[in-house]
């Protein structure tokens, strides 16, 4: 392979993804001639990095609605000549394009907590997962970023926006959803969890401006916040904001959110 096919895919690992997938792959059980689902596969990570550990004897499927993350992948696909990589679904994990027990091994690196309906999903996974089949997903928990959050519902009070701190509290559970929840919703669905990994790492700024200029805040979740707020307050409250975070970074010198989640492995029973 010629290395400079592969310089615009090479270095890929994106930040948010790396601390819960680099457990997710230490977690996985590697094993030849298994059909393998990674549910949210973004722009391709730990999709193509689990394809190249299992090798040419395994079928692996990917499955995520952003447009434009399948058609980064297939483009890592084609640069990497991934053969055993069969499929990426551009569409929703609540309705699987698979046969019934189809699956040895399911994977979701901080995927579950973003769907729409986490119960369809975890009813799919259990449809098309043989017995045995090891599920192993990730996720980040509620206090995620709480300061933060703290910082922005104290926002919203101070401006008199009652129902917003609604949606801001609806948003957050939504989103992140507490490790008893997902037990149960994964026990349900005819998985035994073997274990539960904990664990938590900190995402650091020098204070809310370049917080809100970030890539990863950018792409993934600034758009988000402002749906909490009517258009017309979107300007003011993100303004006020953002000084409050500026405050606080000359405080404490700089920003530091903690992003505590999990790792769970189960099995279908």
């Not at 017995?131 to 300061?147: A, E, K, S």
């Not at 792409?219 to 006020?240: G, L």
Request: a negative charge; hydrophobic letters at 40%; one cysteine or more.
């Amino acid at each position: 392979m010629k290395k400079e096919k592969i310089v615009s895919v090479i270095d890929d690992l994106p930040l948010w993804s790396a601390p819960f997938g680099l457990k997710l792959l230490d977690t996985i059980k590697y094993e030849e001639n298994i059909n393998v689902l990674d549910i949210g596969s973004g722009t391709g990570f730990p999709l193509i990095e689990v394809a190249g550990r299992l090798g040419s004897t395994c079928q692996i499927f990917g499955v995520d609605p952003w447009k434009e993350g399948v058609e980064r992948i297939k483009e890592k696909i084609d640069k990497w000549e991934l053969e055993n990589i069969k499929i990426i679904f551009e569409g929703n994990a609540e309705i699987l394009p698979f046969e019934n027990e189809f699956f040895d091994l399911i994977i979701s690196n901080n995927g579950i907590n973003n769907v729409k309906d986490d119960q369809q999903v975890l009813s799919e996974i259990s449809r098309t997962s043989k017995t045995g089949c090891q599920l192993v997903l990730t996720v980040n928990l509620p206090d995620t970023m709480i300061d933060f959050y703290n910082l922005f519902e104290s926002v919203l009070v101070k401006n008199g926006k009652i129902e917003e701190i609604m949606f801001l509290r609806d948003h957050v559970f939504n989103k992140r959803k507490p490790i008893d929840y997902t037990k149960t919703l994964i026990e349900q669905s005819g998985f035994k969890i073997n274990s539960v990994y904990e664990d938590s790492f900190n995402l650091k700024f020098s204070n809310g401006t370049a917080m809100f200029n970030h890539p990863l805040i950018v792409i993934a979740f600034i758009d988000e916040w402002k749906k909490i707020v009517s258009t017309r307050d979107v300007e003011s409250i993100f303004s006020e904001l953002e000084i409050e975070l500026n405050n606080l970074a000359k405080a404490s010198n700089g920003l530091s959110f903690n992003v505590p989640w999990i790792c769970i492995d189960a099995v279908k029973t």
